[in-house]
Structure formats: C-alpha cells, structure tokens
C-alpha cells in the first residue's frame, strides 16, 4: 500500500503555515511569475525562501507551480526565475510547458520537476513520455475515472508518481486549459489571469431580437450553465489509496486559510484514520462530513472518478458559496498580560460567541472577553479589516490556531 501525500495549496507566506500545521506534508505556492494563478497573492522570492524554511523544519515539502503556457516572450524571464529559484530550495516545479521543462532541465538539473495537470495527462503513455524526460510525479488531468488511474499505475514504473485532485472547485475546459476568459476579456487563464466566465450567469438572444434574453434552462433566472459543483473525495479515500495515487492534490490557491485549515485538518485525519483503521475510518465518516463543509463550498461530487458526469454535477441556479463560518483571524503570540496578538479579516465582537478551530481537530465554543488595539485601548468591537488586535477569549490559546464564527444563514 502507498502511504499518500497530503498536497495543500497556500496563496501566502500566513496561509502556507496555517497549511503546515493543520496537517498537510507538501504545499504547493505560486511566485510572483508564471504561475497560473495571477490573482492570487503570490510568493516574492524572500516569502518562498521563508516559507520552505518553516515547512522545512516541520517536515514538509514545498514545490513551486511554473506551469503557464509559456509564449516566446516568457522564455528569457523563465530561465532568469530559475535562477533565482536557486537559492530559495523547493523541492521540486510544477511545470506544464515542454519549453520551460527544459529549461528546468537546464538551469535547474538536480531539481524534481512534476508536470502539471495542464499538460493534460489523460494515459500511461503520456506518463512514460514525462519520466523519460526527467519528471519525477506526473498530475493526472481531472477527466480521469478511478479505473483509468488504477490502468496508469499499472503501466508505470513503480518510482513515477502520480498526483491527483481529491478536492476542491472543477474547470469546465479539459484539465484547464479555457479559452473562455481570453475571449470576454482578453485575460488569458493560460496565462494566469482567469476570470472564471464559467461562473456567469448565461442567456440566449437571438439575432433579429437584440436584447431579447431568453433563458438557456426553463427557469426565469437564467442559468450556470458552466457552473460545476466542488470535488469532494472525502469518502473515497480506500478507492484512492488502492488505484495507487501517490498524492492527494487540494484544489485553491486562491483559498483563506480558514479553507486551507478546515480541508487539511479534515484530510488529514481521514488519512491517518484509514492508514490505521478501515473501521475507524468508516465510525469517523459523519466527524469528516461535518468537518468539510464547514468551509465555502458549492456543493459537492464525484467528478468523473466514478463516470462521466451527469447533469447532476452542475448547479443552474445560482454561483453562490455556502458558507457556514465566517474566518475571523489567526491567532499569535500572547503578551505579559495574558492577552493573544490576532490580525482580524472579519468583525467580532466583545460578549460574541465564536469557535476556536485547533489543528489536532478540536472545535472549542469561547465568547469574546476583551478587545485592545495596539494603543493598549479597549475596544467593543473588532470592525476594521487588518487591525492587529490582541484578544482574551479566556482560555489558553495557540499560535496558528483558527478563529471562525458560525453564521445562521449558511449562504453569502
């Protein structure tokens, strides 16, 4: 049996720590160029080299995404980049592009590279093809069913890994690569600069009737009709373990670190559980259901680990998140006075109960005793984004432990 790698994505130096610590042996971080996800905030090369040293110390890998589909004006900056990457030491590139692998090859020659989803990897072919070449793991593309998966492995030498998606949001187009974003916007998603149009809300107008829209799905409010539901793998994790995949990949890297947390943590155990136990994996299943969908989420499936996917998969009504906790900070250090530093992202406030998310999977209900800003004065409430704070919830508290609050409604 292969003993899988938790893969955790981390948008920033905070998020990749709090991805650390609630349970996950590689993250996965994108720099501030060539990666796919522009928006994101991103790692400078001083935060990457902070970062793999944090990681570093608790045992846990960090590769670094260099996967856009690199035109010919990318290709001098990418070797500059890899230069650079020298000295911060991942342990290994995510790269999609054939040009910019050999340049990887190159400038980079002791370096794992892993080759991305993006290269659409689909057959054990492909895979043989990438290990020739020097790729250490390839990313299986996310059209695969399990039994594709479990046919790769079996065709492939023993030492090429495969990474595969367990979780997270699910791209329209073939393993990413969408046109649909260049075409509306002139942002290119192959080029990190998606702007999910798969999430809009579409209508049909018919030439001679311009500003008639008529809706594509029988329903009054128009309809997703690209709008597909999160992947959610939390049940399956026997299935996984036996096609012989040897890294559960997390889908976000755009993600809070209240998902990061939440989605790690609830993995994390549901790994560790079966590792140890198929009956303890099975008795803890309503704890992992829970758990997973106490972060944002758009509803849950399978993907097509199980089968193409029906018209179940989509969600034609609406592009909302649920949302069951709002993220409220991550905690730090205390001060003489007993008091812990948090930087707020939501308001609370004083006489509030919120919960205390703890990375060895504790949930502890708290109410909110005192609020000081960092002139020493008391406050009611917590209203403004970023304020370093320092809070009493009276209990003892841990750097990195997740402050959240549960909302009535469960939607934005």
């Known amino acids: 049996m292969r003993v899988p790698e938790l893969l955790v994505p981390a948008s920033s130096l905070e998020v990749l720590k709090i991805a650390v610590v609630f349970g996950a042996n590689a993250v996965y971080i994108g720099g501030e160029a060539f990666g796919l996800r522009a928006k994101a905030k991103n790692f400078s090369l001083e935060e990457m080299r902070e970062g793999v040293e944090f990681a570093h110390a608790r045992g846990v890998k960090v590769y670094v995404t260099a996967n856009i589909l690199a035109h010919n004006a990318d290709l001098a900056g990418v070797r500059e980049y890899f230069e650079d990457l020298k000295s911060v030491g991942p342990d290994a590139l995510i790269i999609s592009d054939p040009g910019v692998f050999m340049i990887a090859r190159e400038v980079l020659p002791d370096m794992e590279l892993h080759v991305s989803t993006q290269a659409n990897n689909t057959n054990y072919g492909t895979y043989q093809f990438w290990q020739k070449q020097g790729a250490k793991r390839v990313v299986s593309a996310r059209e695969l069913s399990m039994k594709e998966i479990k046919e790769i492995r079996a065709n492939i030498p023993d030492d090429l890994e495969i990474e595969t998606f367990i979780h997270g949001a699910m791209c329209i187009s073939y393993s990413g690569r969408c046109l649909l974003s260049n075409y509306f916007t002139g ?53 996984l373990i036996d096609a012989g995949i040897d890294s559960f990949k997390i889908e976000g890297r755009m993600k809070t670190a209240l998902y990061v947390a939440t989605v790690a943590r609830t993995y994390r155990r549901a790994i560790d559980d079966y590792l140890e136990s198929p009956e303890l994996y099975r008795k803890n299943m309503p704890w992992y259901l829970d ?30 998140y649920v949302k069951e906790y709002t993220y409220l900070g991550i905690v730090g250090a205390a001060n003489e006075q007993g008091l812990y530093e948090i930087e707020q992202r939501n308001k609370f406030s004083v006489g509030e109960t919120i919960e205390v998310m703890k990375p060895d999977g504790a949930n502890i209900e708290v109410v909110v005793r005192r609020i000081v800003n960092e002139d020493g004065e008391d406050q009611t409430s917590a209203p403004h984004p970023k304020q370093k704070l320092w809070i009493d919830l009276g209990c003892p508290l841990e750097i990195y432990d997740i402050l959240r609050r549960k909302e009535d409604e469960g939607h934005e």
């Open 187 to 239: 942002r290119d998603a192959n080029q990190g600069a998606c702007t999910h149009p798969c999430r809009w809300k579409y209508a049909v107008v018919e030439e001679s009737r311009p500003g008639e829209y008529l809706p594509v799905y029988e329903n009054e409010r128009g309809t997703y009709i690209f709008n597909s539901k999160d992947l959610c793998m939390i049940e399956h994790i026997p299935e």
């Open 291 to 320: 758990q997973i969908s106490n972060c944002t989420y758009r509803q849950f499936t399978t993907g097509f680990f199980f089968g193409k996917p029906s018209e179940e998969a989509q969600i034609y009504d609406s592009n909302t």
